[in-house]
Each structure stands twice: as C-alpha cells, then as structure tokens.
C-alpha cells in the first residue's frame, strides 16, 4: 500500500 | 537563485516574503523523514539545503534586509490558502498518520505557496529579470515531474494520484508567467505588465 511506499522525490 | 540574489544585491524588494515563508513550512514539513528514511547521499543532500536555503531567504527578507522588504506590495491572504490546504491534506490523503498528513499538506501547499509571489508581480506589474529567472527554474523544477512521472509510469509502475494531481495544479498556476517570460525576458525585454 501506499503508506508503506518512500517518498523518493523531492 | 532567490536566496543568491538577495544575498548579492542586498535587497529584498520585489520578492514575496510570504511565498518564502510558504517554502519554508512547504520544506519542513515534506523533508521529516530526513529523519525517518534514507534515500540517497544526494536526496538527503538536496533536502537540506533547500530547508537551509529557504530559512535563510526567510531570515534575509524579514530580519537582515528588512528595510529593503515591499510589503506592501505583499498582501496575499496566506491564510486563505493554509486553511484549505490544511483540510484538505486531512481528507485525501494516503495513510492517516502524523508525517503522512505533513507531507500531503506540503505537496498541497506547496502547488499554491508562489501565488503570493504572483500576486505581488500582478500589483507592481513589474519584476527583475534575474526574479523571472527564480521563478521559471522554480516552474520548470516541477513541470519535468509530470515528465518524469510519465517515464516512472511506463518503465517502473510508479503512479502517486497526490503528487500527480498537485504538480499538474502547480504547473498549470505557472502557465501565465511561462507565456511572459518566453515573450518577454528570452527576448532581452524586463518583465512589465501593461498598467
């Protein structure tokens, strides 16, 4: 889901 | 570019102050998971110097060169963008959680932290040109999101609706001051609007 996945971006 | 220009030519006439205090709350509030989560030497990197940059544009306009500040010129209603902005990182967003709600609102806020900026080159119709080089590069920083979103979409079955949603809305606010700056500042002219 969502909320597991890293916001990488800047 | 904001914080150098500021830093050289001692003045902070002509920029929103409020749009940097935005940038400053839009960077502190994405960027906690500096404290969470490593991505990359470079991510990390990138992180804190925007933080840094954006305090010290902050710090620059409202204490250092304070005398030099339009405000004035500068009477976008923040508020009318925070509140909003705030409910609506508390009702769309994609986990219910402190950090996750933070950087909802920062992406949120961060599509419509230049309107004050906007708003104040409206009312003096006029901007330096090296200030339509900040905002530009800051317009173009997002808008080739939507091209590498596109590229993350195909090649790694990354889709995130939020960032999406609020890139295209903040691309989209730049859309004017593009048409200006390729008809005007690209030709050699300064950025003035007719009165």
Known sequence: SMELAKHDEL | ?195
Not at chain 2, 14 to 41: H, M
């Open chain 2, 1 to 195: 570019i904001v914080t150098f220009k500021i830093t050289i030519s001692f003045i902070a006439l002509g920029i929103s102050g409020k749009s940097q205090l935005l940038f400053a709350l839009v960077f502190t509030t994405r960027y906690l998971d500096l404290f969470t989560s490593f991505i990359s030497l470079y991510n990390t990197s990138m992180k804190l110097i925007y933080i840094a940059c954006s305090y010290a544009t902050v710090y620059l306009i409202y204490m250092k060169f304070k005398a030099t500040y339009d405000g004035n010129h500068d009477t976008f209603r923040v508020e009318f963008l925070i509140v909003p902005v705030g409910g609506l990182s508390f009702l769309v967003n994609h986990d219910f959680s402190p950090l996750e709600i933070l950087w909802t609102f920062s992406i949120y806020l961060e599509s419509v932290a230049i309107l004050p900026q906007l708003f104040m080159i409206s009312k003096t119709g006029e901007a330096e040109t090296i200030t339509t080089h900040y905002l530009f590069f800051l317009g173009l920083y997002r808008a080739l999101y939507l091209v590498n979103w596109i590229w993350r979409y195909y090649f790694e079955g990354f889709f995130d609706l939020i960032a999406v949603v609020a890139g295209v809305v903040q691309t989209v606010l730049y859309c004017d001051f593009f048409y200006l700056y390729v008809t005007k500042v690209l030709k050699g002219k300064k950025l003035s609007l007719p009165a």
